[in-house]
């Protein structure tokens, strides 16, 4: 009988996650996929598994994110190519193609409120079903009613279902609180700016906000990283998503553009 050390090449070979090509790490997304894609903003948007599953040529997608990037980056390269069939989001102003696509009824959409988002992501790949959150009580987000495809004639073809709510609390601290399902994805695709063989991911910033709460939410994370080191190179304290989420890790570099929504400069005094 062969028996193994931790950190003997036997084990390591195991839990090596490292692909050759982020088509290969994108190539078993299915036509009808549910993805859950990570950055915040155009953050720490997974660029380069994006354009792979653009060439791949999957459609019919189900995409959970912050938001849907511009028209020539991020997930709006997969919306421009008509490729999302819908889209959970919470922000989606920097895009007029989303815009057109949902009011014309090309695009299904449910816009959820920040907070509950992330919450939502992170409950699904923490194996809980719901939570309650005051966020929402009062408007349509419980109450239901919020377009969510429109008809080609302007009227609307689907709307939100209202949700649960209930009262918590006594002694003069009751409170209404809406119940949110987890959402849990297929597919998570994600950036970092750094990873091991081992899948620990450690994110850039504001890139934190929801990438390993998407990774977290996907039956397959694949995330790409700008440096890849051996295990152990990063300090336990450092990591932000342990490898136990991520399922497969493709070395990107960090020659590739970087995006921003809107740049916005202070005129130097006295000009």
């Known amino acids: 009988m062969t028996t193994t050390t931790a950190g003997s090449p036997a084990q390591s070979a195991g839990l090596d996650k490292v692909v050759d090509s982020p088509a290969t790490a ?25 354009e792979a599953l653009l060439a791949q040529g999957a459609s019919e997608l189900s995409v959970v994110s912050n938001n849907c990037g511009v028209e020539d980056y991020g997930l709006g390269l997969l919306l421009g190519a008509g490729r999302l069939a819908k889209m959970t989001a919470s922000y989606v102003g920097e895009n007029k193609d989303f815009e057109r696509q949902y009011l014309s009824g090309e695009l299904e959409v449910e816009l959820t409120p920040q907070g509950t988002l992330a919450e939502k992501l992170r409950a699904g790949g923490s194996g809980i079903a719901a939570f309650y959150t005051r966020a929402g009580v009062g408007t349509q987000v419980a109450e239901g009613g919020l377009p969510m495809r429109y008809a080609p004639d302007g009227s609307v073809a689907k709307a939100s279902p209202a949700k649960e709510v209930r009262t ?19 597919f998570a695709l994600v950036h970092a700016m750094k990873g091991d063989r081992y899948g620990n991911l450690v994110f850039n910033k504001a890139s934190r906000n929801f990438s390993p709460l998407a990774a977290m939410a996907g ?3 694949v995330a790409q990283v700008e440096e890849l080191v051996e295990p152990g190179e990063i300090d336990p304290d450092e990591v932000h998503l342990p490898g136990i989420y991520v399922h497969r890790l493709v070395h990107v570099g960090s020659d590739f553009e970087k995006r921003i929504e809107r ?4 005129q130097e005094a006295g000009r």
């Open 168 to 186: 918590f609390g006594a002694g003069g601290t009751e409170a209404e609180y809406v119940l949110e399902e987890a959402i849990s994805c297929d």
């Open 263 to 266: 740049r916005t400069v202070r």
């Open 219 to 221: 039956r397959v994370c």
């Open 26 to 50: 994108v190539a078993d997304i299915a036509e009808g996929a549910s993805i859950a894609v990570g950055g915040f903003g155009l953050s720490g948007n997974p660029v380069a598994l994006i």
